[in-house]
C-alpha cells in the first residue's frame, strides 16, 4: 500500500509541477521547479535492477550495492562542471538550483565567496572522514550545488526537524546538531542519504557508511535521524527536477543511478 501512495502522490507531484511552470513565467532569482520528463521508474526493473527486483530487506540491499557500485568516478575537480549539468535550472540554462535554499543562480558564479554557490556534501564528509577522495567525496549522487553562506550554516550537521530559520535558506530551518532542508527537498536529501549508505559499504578502501537514529554523530561513519529521513521520503516524493537529475548521472556521468528514486519504496523495505 505504501508504494501505492508514493506513486499516487508522485504522479500528482508532477502534473502539479507541469500546470505551475506553464502557468508562470520563471523567474531567473526564485525558487525553480523542473518539469524535465524521464524515464518512468519501472522501465529499468527488466535490465538495470533486474538482479534486484523481488527482494527485500538485507538482500535487496545487497543486491542495490552490487548493482550501483559499477559506476565510473569523477575527479573533484570535473565536480564543478557535472553540477551545472545535473542541477541546471530548466528554465534558465544559464543557471543552476541551490539544493537548500531552491534559488537559481548564475553557472558562473561557482567559487567560495560569499554570494557564490559550492559543492555540498550532503552526506558532510567529515562523517567517516572520506574527504574529497575520488569515490563518495566525488559522488555526483550526493554533491550538490549550495550557496556558500547556508553550505556554511549547515556544516556537517545531522538531518533532523526544528531549530530556527536559516538566512537564506529558503525555509530551512537549523539548531546546534541538526538541519532541516526546505520542504521541497526533504525528500531529495532522504534519498541522497540512504543512496550512499547503500553504495559505500567499507569493501572498497572507504568506511562503511550507515543511517543511524541520532544526531551529534561527529567524525563517525554515520548520519541521522533515520526517522525523519524515512518521513521525509515518504511525504516528499520525487519529483521531475530529482528523476531528470538522476537520469543525467546515469547517462553522462557515473552510468550508475540512486535506486530510491526510482523506487522509493525500497527505503522502507531495506529500513
Do not use: C
Amino acid at each position: 500500500m505504501l508504494a501505492i501512495r508514493i506513486r499516487r502522490r508522485k504522479a500528482a507531484a508532477l502534473a502539479s509541477a507541469v500546470l505551475a511552470v506553464l502557468a508562470t513565467p520563471a523567474l531567473a532569482a526564485s525558487p525553480a521547479t523542473a518539469t524535465t520528463a524521464t524515464a518512468s521508474n519501472t522501465d529499468y526493473d527488466a535490465t538495470y535492477y533486474k538482479d534486484a527486483i523481488g527482494k527485500t530487506g538485507t538482500s535487496l540491499k545487497s543486491s542495490l550495492h552490487t548493482i550501483i557500485s559499477d559506476q565510473t568516478k569523477v575527479s573533484y575537480a570535473a565536480v564543478w562542471d557535472a553540477l551545472k549539468a545535473t542541477d541546471e535550472d530548466p528554465g534558465n540554462s544559464g543557471n543552476v538550483i541551490l539544493l537548500y535554499s531552491g534559488v537559481s543562480r548564475s553557472k558562473s558564479l561557482n567559487g567560495g565567496d560569499t554570494g557564490d554557490w559550492n559543492r555540498e556534501h550532503t552526506w558532510a564528509k567529515s562523517h567517516g572522514d572520506f574527504g574529497t577522495a575520488t569515490g563518495p567525496g566525488t559522488d555526483l549522487h550526493h554533491l550538490r550545488p549550495s550557496d556558500v553562506g547556508v553550505n556554511s550554516i549547515r556544516g556537517n550537521k545531522d538531518f533532523d526537524n526544528g531549530g530556527s530559520a536559516v538566512s537564506g535558506g529558503g525555509g530551512s530551518l537549523t539548531d546546534s546538531d541538526s538541519f532541516e532542508p526546505r520542504d521541497a527537498v526533504k525528500g531529495d536529501v532522504a534519498r541522497m542519504i540512504f543512496y550512499m549508505a547503500v553504495r559505500y559499504e567499507g569493501g572498497d578502501g572507504f568506511p562503511d557508511l550507515e543511517v543511524n537514529g541520532q544526531v551529534g554523530n561527529g567524525s563517525n561513519p554515520y548520519i541521522g535521524k533515520l526517522s525523519v529521513l524515512k518521513t521525509w521520503n515518504d511525504e516528499d516524493p520525487p519529483d521531475a527536477f530529482e528523476e531528470h537529475r538522476n537520469q543525467v548521472v546515469y547517462d553522462d556521468y557515473q552510468h550508475n543511478r540512486n535506486p530510491f528514486i526510482d523506487h522509493p519504496e525500497w527505503v522502507e523495505s531495506i529500513w
